[in-house]
């Protein structure tokens, strides 16, 4: 590899990817890769002292989301959060065997309940989203029975930034009788949540998405909630996820739990702020462009932007190009042939699905980046478009042909 | 991110013969907007031979790339030796392409071929392949189209088909169909296909009955701490012994019929019945 692919980027609109680990993350991690390296179920005061540490850190976890410290369970991230959550639910209530999702899950949860549903036979529910990429609570309602085991709804949407009542969504499954999870990767630490207040049962999150480093996440379970551990061995975490703890993980995610907390006005104001300018400011000056997912219920970083008649991932190269980080729903950047399963739930036209790009901001992000961002794209846009057949004006060349209709 | 070759780069970034070509006399067409990519080829061919080339494309980067190639390859070519042209000449002029790229070379190939077609006054329909069958309803793929990239690139797996022509890279109903169409070019027996649920012999049946329990109703109970084993197979009536959990389970019987039948009256015949030994 050349160093030229190893250069920062200038600007880095990924957030939702992952993000950089805060300075004072990383502080406060590396002392336990090197001088206390011990293990904290170890007898003596050298391991002991690292135990103490990481229950500093449960708790620093604890009151970001407003729930006790003993109801975390540290893990390596939050697919393994959310299998967790799952499985569990399902192993606690044998004689249950219908889940009910959504359409626009992460691949965490959405390819476990097409696993579970294959192979082991039992029945999913996958609720659909309107255009703007919101459920119908009335859908979700009729979808209950008296065997569901599990409602497992994502709190905010990592492609649009789209975020669900929760708390409506945790009340109504309390009311049948039926656990509830969120895979809230996305929303931790970008929106103010008090889980004592709440119905949620059990909820996943992920480190490197709010600026620990990869490689830990965490499930919350509700106190008393019936309970199956996953990974099964060692007594780590109160016999809820054996394995030897990631010290040096934990104590990261504490401090990023932390600092998150103390930036979250920040996140709903500055960030808030820089996403609506480049937002504003790129669809004012692209035409035929839009935007993907509701404008008002939606995380305060995320912009899912779609540009017509060019594609994706020709898109993002010429913005790597100039240093700038992105993602894009297109269906050449994955590997797979269509274009992203949020997007096809939500019905965005095919024309507009294959160009959208998504920009996830953070608290790093500047004002000159978004200056930077918003000068470069439309001339980007306007690049592709001369190269392409499909012309603004022309007749829709939407090909008559129907999509896959999966 | 796709490892791209630097050809790759330098005819994404500046690609040649870009635009409309205002003295065209042949054009084709391939691919659409619903498939993620499409090209439009011009040539203006003189006295049998190609003295100009320019292309329209929608499309990712490799796609740009493969087009902005395919202009350069045909250029000064005649037409006869413009058809020899194969997908493979097209990637090789870019130093080669991701094997999930290859499309967008077979999609240049393909283009290529049906203004050559248009100049000569063979019928193309401008968006769907005139030729053969459809078989990815998806994107659009015919069975010629399958055979001629299966030969051309001496394919050999379903994943292949798709990373070439985009076939069966959606639903995935037509995989069976590639299946078929994979051997038929390679000159080999198609793979048996699925055994049908009605008209089965005897052993047959049984076979079909055991290989369901191990396969699917096994795995199931097992993760309830359960099991299950055959007993004995008379007709359409399965006798099943319950192990484990299961013995005590007082919905046992619950998940004798349940599950169990279910399962094997939707795989197997809709006629059996399970019995508990």
Redesign the interface.
């Known amino acids: 590899m050349s160093s030229e692919t190893h250069r920062m980027p200038t600007i880095y609109m990924d957030n939702n990817a992952t993000t950089r680990v805060a300075p004072e993350v990383l502080e406060a991690m590396l002392p336990f890769f090197s001088e206390r390296y011990g293990n904290p179920s170890s007898m003596h005061s050298f391991g002991g002292a690292v135990g103490r540490e990481m229950r500093e850190a449960r708790e620093a976890l604890a009151d970001l989301l407003g729930c006790g410290s003993d109801e975390i369970v540290f893990t390596s991230c939050g697919t393994e959060a959310d299998n967790t959550a799952i499985r569990s639910a399902l192993t606690a209530q044998p004689e249950k065997r219908h889940i009910v999702t959504t359409r626009v899950e992460h691949p965490a949860i959405l390819s476990l309940c097409k696993f579970l549903e294959r192979s082991q036979g039992y029945r999913v529910t996958y609720l659909g989203v309107n255009a703007e990429g919101q459920l119908d609570m009335k859908e979700l309602e009729d979808s209950l029975t008296d065997d569901t085991a599990i409602v497992s709804i994502m709190w905010a949407n990592n492609e649009t930034g789209v975020i669900f009542p929760i708390p409506e969504i945790a009340k109504l499954a309390r009311s049948r009788g039926i656990f509830m999870h969120t895979d809230a990767v996305q929303a931790v630490g970008k929106i103010p949540m008090n889980l004592r207040e709440l119905d949620v049962d059990m909820l996943s999150l992920s480190g490197h998405k709010l600026h620990a480093p990869k490689g830990v996440g965490a499930l919350y379970v509700r106190r008393k909630l019936p309970y199956r551990p996953f990974l099964i061995g060692g007594h780590q975490e109160h016999g809820r996820r054996a394995g030897t703890e990631n010290t040096t993980g934990i104590i990261a995610l504490g401090a990023a739990a932390r600092a998150a907390k103390a930036h979250l006005p920040q996140e709903n104001t500055a960030v808030r702020a820089l996403r609506d300018r480049l937002e504003n400011a790129l669809l004012a000056a692209v035409p035929d462009s839009r935007l993907n997912g509701h404008k008002e219920d939606r995380l305060p970083n995320t912009s899912n932007i779609s540009f017509k008649y060019v594609e994706g991932e020709a898109i993002l190269l010429l913005l790597d190009q100039l240093g700038i980080a992105a993602s894009s729903g297109s269906a050449c950047t994955s590997g797979s042939l269509e274009p992203s399963h949020v997007l096809r739930a939500m019905g965005v036209p095919f024309t507009f699905a294959h160009g959208s790009i998504r920009f996830s901001l953070s608290r790093y992000t500047t004002d000159a980046d978004v200056d930077f961002v918003t000068t470069h794209v439309p001339g980007i846009i306007e690049t592709l478009r001369k190269i392409s057949p499909y012309k603004q004006g022309a007749p829709d060349p939407l090909d008559p042909k129907p999509a896959c209709g999966c | 991110m796709?490892e791209y070759t630097d050809k790759v780069k330098e005819h994404?970034?500046n690609?040649k013969n870009?635009?409309e070509l205002k003295e065209a006399n042949a054009v084709g067409?391939v691919g659409?907007?619903?498939?993620?990519?499409?090209?439009?080829l011009f040539l203006k061919i003189e006295d049998g031979v190609i003295q100009d080339a320019s292309f329209?494309?929608?499309?990712?980067?490799s796609?740009?790339a493969s087009s902005s190639a395919l202009t350069e390859l045909v250029k000064g070519k005649s037409v006869d030796e413009a058809l020899k042209i194969t997908n493979k000449d097209i990637a090789s002029a870019l130093g080669g392409l991701p094997k999930?790229?290859m499309h967008c070379s077979v999609m240049g190939q393909e283009a290529l071929e049906a203004a050559i077609k248009t100049w000569r006054g063979e019928k193309v329909d401008t968006?769907?392949h005139s030729e053969g069958e459809i078989v990815c309803?998806?994107?659009?793929v015919t069975d010629e189209q399958i055979l001629h990239a299966v030969r051309e690139n001496d394919l050999k797996t379903i994943e292949d088909v798709?990373y070439y022509t985009?076939a069966g890279?959606?639903?995935?109903?037509c995989h069976e169909k590639i299946e078929e169409l994979i051997a038929r070019a390679r000159g080999e027996e198609a793979p048996k296909p699925a055994p049908a649920a009605k008209k089965l012999s005897n052993l047959q049946r049984m076979r079909l009955i055991e290989e369901v329990l191990e396969k699917?109703i096994r795995?199931?109970l097992q993760?309830?701490g359960g099991d299950i084993e055959l007993a004995d197979i008379e007709g359409l009536v399965v006798t099943v012994n319950l192990r484990g959990r299961c013995t005590n389970c007082p919905?046992s019987q619950a998940t004798v019929h349940g599950?169990v039948e279910t399962?094997l009256r939707e795989k197997v015949d809709p006629e059996i019945q399970v019995r508990e030994a």
Do not use: N, Y
């Open positions: 796709w994404f970034l690609p870009v635009g067409e659409s907007i619903a498939c993620g990519d499409a090209l439009k329209q494309t929608f499309g990712c980067a796609a740009i999930e790229k968006h769907e309803e998806c994107f659009g798709t985009k890279g959606g639903c995935a109903k699917e795995p199931r993760m309830d919905a599950v399962i």
